[in-house]
């Protein structure tokens, strides 16, 4: 079993910034990848980036260059820094843990907003 919170959701201005934090707790040593997801409204959910124990990283192409994932080991966290806003990038935003035993687990999600 692995929990994840999410926190540092919120409203922001286009061409704002965000910084996503996400904790883990539980079976961490079997976590492999760790990601961000989002889900906007009427749409499927998608991976914006993801980030492996070895520190690999995989980005959508709509954020890259403007978000950036990064992940503590020792702290059991992993974050997303979301520099340029667009208002397209409103959605709920979840935490993933991808097993090694291929299982996943989601936290509850954070709204980020994008508005002026």
């Known amino acids: 079993q692995v929990q994840l919170v999410e926190s540092g959701g919120g409203l922001v201005q286009p061409g704002g910034s965000l910084r996503l934090s996400c904790a883990a707790s539980g079976s961490i040593f079997s976590i492999y990848v760790m990601g961000w997801y989002r889900q906007a409204p009427g749409k499927q959910r998608e991976l914006v980036a993801a980030?492996?124990?070895?520190?690999?990283?995989n980005y959508a192409d709509s954020v890259k260059g403007r978000f950036t994932i990064s992940r503590d080991n020792a702290k059991n966290t992993v974050d997303l820094q979301m520099n340029s806003l667009k208002p397209e990038d409103t959605a709920v935003y979840y935490c993933?843990?991808?097993?090694?035993?291929?299982?996943?687990?989601w936290g509850k999600g954070t709204l980020v907003t994008v508005s002026s």
């Open positions: 993933n843990a991808h097993l090694v035993s291929s299982m996943d687990y």
């Open positions: 980030i492996t124990s070895g520190g690999s990283t």
